[in-house]
């Protein structure tokens, strides 16, 4: 598990990936979500980050198969 309270970094470039992820469906499949809400959610992050109130966790999975 990662975690930050600040938007640089790896929380800056996931959370960039899901925005581009989730306006690319927007663009994609209208209805599913909007572009707007989308840049709505993405602006009240920034502005949570600017007031300190920003928290990214992310939990990782790692998978290890061996051949035998």
Known sequence: MTSSTELTGHAARRV?????????TAQ???G?????EVEERYAAIKQAASTGSF???ETAVIVVAHRT
């Open 16 to 24: 960039g990936d899901i925005r581009e992820a989730l306006l690319a």
């Open 28 to 30: 994609r499949e209208p």
């Open 32 to 36: 599913l979500v909007q572009a707007d």
């Open 55 to 57: 928290f990214f966790p």
